[in-house]
């Protein structure tokens, strides 16, 4: 069974705090995707990652797909309010059965 | 260009009933996937259809099922609810697979209420 584990599950922290959520499996990805989704809203894609070792900035995001492309993390800088969410990675699985699974997602609140 | 739409964005069944929901892709997307998502269980994989074809298929009873037409609009029906299918049902779609091909594009949900 192939599976997207993230860490941590929760985190409560404070503005302007840093932090990082991470996305590990045993399985490789040919592609990686990470998600936030507000209570009642679908997911809404932040970025993708194709090749290991690629890092990607969204202003105070910043995204990272591992060398062996099996894991991705996703820093932020300085929380806002304004990011808390649920943050879902997920992953396009490379054996060619079309596969894509997600992660098990990392719910955050950040407190003004 | 339109996202992804569902329909309808909330809905009360009575256990033992059935339920067709509805979703139309982006234009030009021809990959639709379902999945459930509970509190408890988080996001489960229901099926994916491409081209009218089921590519994929989660791990739920044979209850749940779904179709795609040739326009890549896609309905999910559930038979003989019950109490646990209470769920917000999401619908995503994507251009095929690949790259950024595999990037998936959610609907606002269906949000279902078994009584």
């Known amino acids: 069974t192939q599976l997207l584990e993230q860490s941590p599950q929760f985190l409560s922290i404070q503005e302007g705090e840093n932090l990082t959520v991470y996305c590990n499996s045993s399985?490789?990805?040919?592609?990686l995707q990470w998600y936030r989704q507000e209570p009642g809203e679908g997911p809404v894609l932040l970025v993708t990652?194709?090749?290991?070792?690629e890092v990607k900035k969204l202003k105070r995001l910043t995204f990272q797909f591992g060398d062996a492309r099996k894991d991705s993390s996703l820093h932020i800088t300085a929380a806002q309010p304004g990011d808390t969410g649920l943050y879902l990675c997920a992953g396009a699985l490379t054996s060619g059965t079309y596969k894509y699974i997600f992660g098990t997602g990392t719910r955050l609140k950040v407190l003004a | 260009k339109a996202g992804v739409t569902q329909t309808p964005r909330y809905l009360i069944k009575t256990r033992g009933q059935q339920v067709t929901l509805s979703c139309s892709p982006i234009s030009g997307h021809r990959s639709v996937s379902w999945y459930q998502q509970t509190p408890g269980q988080g996001l489960q994989f229901l099926f994916e259809?491409?081209?009218?074809?089921?590519?994929n298929k989660g791990n739920f009873p044979g209850r749940f099922s779904g179709r795609q037409f040739s326009n890549s609009r896609s309905e999910m029906n559930v038979s003989t609810l019950e109490l646990g299918d209470s769920a917000l049902y999401l619908c995503a779609s994507s251009r095929g697979w690949g790259g950024s091909n595999t990037e998936a594009f959610f609907g606002q949900g269906t949000r279902l209420t078994v009584v």
């Open positions: 399985s490789v990805f040919s592609s």
């Open positions: 259809y491409f081209s009218e074809t089921q590519r």
């Open positions: 990652v194709v090749t290991g070792g």
